[in-house]
Structure formats: C-alpha cells, structure tokens
C-alpha cells in the first residue's frame, strides 16, 4: 500500500515463493474528477457477476441509486443506477444505456425482512457485497453463510489491477478503520490486516491504530506479487478452505475498496455508485486514479489519456485481467483497473539475437541487468516464440502454492489427468506469476486451470459416480 518498504518475511505465516514486478506506467497518487458523462453504459456481466434480471423497460425514466437489475441466482445482487435518467435497452448489447442524464441525492433502497440478516442486507442492496470474495476460490461470498474470519489486502501487488490502497487511504483512515469494526462485527472470528512493512506514516500509523482491537490483527506481508492473494494468506494464516464444498462457513478476503464500501453502506448509509479505477500501464501518458460512476463510458474515460498508437485495454492487471472488447464498454460493478498497454504491429527483427536494453527478466538474462534500476516498460509483445521447456525451475521457485507447474505442463501433454492431481494442482491460486516468468514463455496457469477444471469434471465426477453406485 506504501511508497517506501523494506522487503520483509513474515514473523507469523509462512510465506513462499513470489516476485517484485517493476513495470512503468504505475498511477499517480491523487484521485482525479471525471468530466461529467453525456450517457452511461452499463455492462451487466462483470468478471463473477451476471445481471440477468432487467427490473426497468425501455424509455423508463429511473432515479439515482434504483435497481435496474438484479443478478438472478446470485443472491440476487442489485445492479444499480449511478444517475437519474432515461433506460435504453438494446442500444448495445449486454448493457443498460442511461442517457438524459442529472446528478441528485440517490434513492437508498431499503428492504423488508431478510433471511440474512439486517446488515448484511443493507451491503446487499446498497451495491456493497461485490466487494467481498470467497478467500478460497474468489467467488461471490453466500450471505446466508457465516464467515470463520476475513483477511484485508490493503495492497494491490499485481500491476494495474486496481487502485492503490494507500491512495485510497489518504484522508480516509478512519472511515477505514470504522469499516473494519463493521466487517468484524459480520464475522465470527478476525479480521486480519495485511500491511506490507514500512517505514511510511501511513503505514506507521494504521499499525498503531490496530493495536489493541479486539478481534483485529495486522499482519506482516512481503512486497513480492502475490502476497496479497487471499488464497495464499488463508492458507498461510491455517485457515483451511471448507470442506465437501457446499456447506460450512467461509473465509472473506476484502480490499481497502471494499471495507470503505462497508463504511459508506453501513456507517452513512449510502449506495456505491462509483469506483475509484486505477489507470495504468505502457500506453497511458499520465497513469492516474479516477473516481468514476459505474457505466462511465471506457472511451471516452481513455480519451487524450493514451497513445493514439494501437494498444489493448485490459479491464484488471497485467497477469489477471481481461481484454476489454465490445462485452464491456463502460466502467462495471467489479471494475477496479484499466490497464492500457502498446500494441506492436511491426515484427521485431532479429530480436532473439538483440541484447535486451529496455527489457526485464526473472532470469536476468538480459544486458539490462547492467543499468541501474529502472521500470520495464511492458508491451503485448510475446517477444520471440513459444519454446519447450528448459527446465531453468522459475516457475517453482516463485509458485506460492508449492507446486511444480513445469512437471504438470509435461503430464498435461500425456493428459495425465491422475499425475497431475497426485501433483496437487488444486493449490494452484490462479495468479499467474509461473506464466510471467517462464523464459519459455509458456501459458502454465492456463494448463493448471485447465488440467484441474477437468479433473474436477473427469476424475473426480466418475469417483463421485462410482460410489454413489456402490453405496446404491
Ligand atoms: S502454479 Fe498457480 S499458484 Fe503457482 S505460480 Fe502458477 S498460477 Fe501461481
Ligand atoms: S519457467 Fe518455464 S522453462 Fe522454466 S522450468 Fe518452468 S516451465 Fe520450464
């Protein structure tokens, strides 16, 4: 979350592997106002979210902060609207166009009786519980289920994924930390808050104001990417994923967006309309954060902010995000960062022989090693082509789940399904780093995700099969 830290290991969990990524095009630290918009564009699929429920018809005048949506299924999460205006469906495809646009207080919806109870409804209807996730698989967290603790990122380790913690605590630590007496008050066990060791005020400071609160624990992370994935941390900290799946309790992880969400739900009560998005990345002249109401068009957000040369934008960071195409069009309900990186149309000749000046490796292999510490400045650029495995082992060293993806990318070649799962790929965390390292520029989180998505459905489906017969 810090500007100045000292690299750390964790005097209570036991952290591994991980790695400091230094790109250039990191966002400045002040939020900037947007213009105000002409129209929004809704996008009613978010990376965990799908609202499929339209509660308002073409040409329906709406008001600031009504439904206009809810995701049927998911607990029916309401998608809701940033202004008042006028509804237009069918305009673009998969979003909910608002045109006629003014600002005003917002409608506070307010529900009757709950199954789940009055506050967390209140974060349900105030647009608040998208800020949650299942520790464990990143889900959207079941109300009706209790949760054993929760675990705060105060940092944002992959780049551009989403706005900076200590940006977003600049002025606003006690709304922080009434946000984290609410999120304890929700759960039964603690709250821990991940701080990365720092000598910054901040810093300094949030860990002065934690101590002695009851069930509210700081604790130690190393700035090396992802020590700040809520997977590794709940496992790290023996907080076990449930099992058999279905049943039992739940481990949350948060991020400092989501316990000040908590904060305006619960303390002011009042709807998130808007998302403070981080916008970096090779492409943007002036990487920034900006305070944007949801559906804000990306366009015109982007507009005299980027290269005008090609680029790709990247709804989330470099090693988690998705391209952003014509299924997203404005700013949605779990939008956090755009990432804008170059987009190179020319073939770089002979680049297998070029010393690689402006470039960064896990391996240092390159004759950058040889400048002082600079940032790379990252393109979309494959930079040479697919090559076997070397077996140089980076993608063992830096797994934080333990795992040896170069072993599973072989078996996964003789789709070894049985091997891979003795292999315990299911501890993979998704995060990526094994990909972004491999000199041989392997897709190895796809291969894991892929290879465990079928053991899911082959494996571990027939077993099921086979002794439900027995039992029969
Ligand atoms: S194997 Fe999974 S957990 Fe390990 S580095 Fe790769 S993506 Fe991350
Ligand atoms: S990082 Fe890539 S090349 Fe190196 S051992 Fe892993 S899979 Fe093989």
């Not at 591994?16 to 966002?27: F, M, S, T």
């Not at 992880?253 to 305006?264: H, K």
Request: aromatic share 6%; with cysteine.
């Amino acid at each position: 979350m810090l500007e100045q830290y000292e690299e750390t290991t964790c005097p209570t969990m036991k952290l591994r592997g991980g790695y400091n990524i230094r790109l250039a095009g990191r966002p400045a630290g002040q939020i900037c106002a947007l213009t105000e918009p002409d129209v929004l564009l809704l996008p009613q699929r978010t990376r965990r979210l799908r609202f499929n429920k339209l509660l308002v018809k073409n040409g329906q005048s709406v008001r600031c902060g009504q439904a206009l949506a809810v995701a049927s299924g998911q607990f029916d999460l309401p998608l809701l609207s940033p202004m008042s205006g006028v509804v237009r469906l069918r305009v673009h495809r998969g979003h909910i166009q608002l045109d006629s646009l003014s600002a005003g207080p917002p409608q506070v919806p307010v529900s009757g009786d709950s199954p789940y109870g009055g506050q967390r409804q209140s974060l349900i209807d105030l647009g608040a519980w998208p800020y949650l996730f299942d520790a464990f698989d990143d889900s959207v967290p079941d109300p009706a289920r209790p949760a054993t603790a929760a675990i705060v990122a105060t940092t944002r380790l992959e780049p551009f994924a989403g706005p900076r913690g200590d940006v977003l605590l600049n002025g606003s630590l006690d709304a922080f930390l009434r946000g984290l007496e609410s999120l304890a008050s929700l759960v039964e066990g603690s709250v821990y808050v991940a701080i990365p060791r720092t000598r910054s005020q901040l810093g300094m400071q949030l860990r002065e104001q934690l101590v002695g609160r009851a069930r509210i624990e700081a604790i130690d992370i190393p700035l090396r990417y992802p020590m700040d994935h809520f997977n590794v941390l709940a496992r790290a900290l023996g907080l076990g994923p449930r099992r058999g799946g279905g049943k039992g309790s739940t481990v949350w992880g948060v991020r400092t967006e989501g316990v000040l969400a908590i904060d305006q739900a619960l303390h002011a009560h009042q709807p998130l309309l808007d998302r403070v998005v981080a916008v970096g990345g090779s492409a943007v002249r002036e990487p920034i954060h900006v305070r944007s109401p949801l559906g804000y068009p990306i366009e015109t957000l982007l507009a005299g902010r980027v290269s005008s040369e090609p680029r790709r934008v990247i709804d989330g960071g470099i090693l988690n995000g998705e391209t952003v195409g014509e299924q997203q069009l404005g700013v949605g309900a779990e939008s956090g960062g755009l990432t804008v990186l170059l987009e190179p149309t020319r073939r770089e000749l002979w680049g297998f022989v070029r010393t690689g000046l402006d470039r960064i490796s896990y391996s240092n292999c390159f004759l950058s090693l040889l400048r002082p510490r600079y940032v790379e400045r990252l393109t979309t650029a494959l930079r040479g082509e697919h090559r076997p495995c070397i077996g140089c082992g980076f993608c063992e060293e830096l797994c934080p789940a333990g795992i040896m993806p170069h072993l599973i990318h072989k078996l996964a070649y003789q789709d070894a399904l049985e091997e891979i799962d003795r292999c315990a790929a299911h501890k993979c965390v998704g995060c990526g780093l094994c990909s972004y390292v491999c000199p041989a520029k392997l897709d190895l989180r796809r291969e894991i995700l892929d290879a465990n998505e079928a053991i899911r459905r082959d494996l571990h489906a027939t077993a099921a099969t086979e002794t439900e017969e027995v039992v029969g």
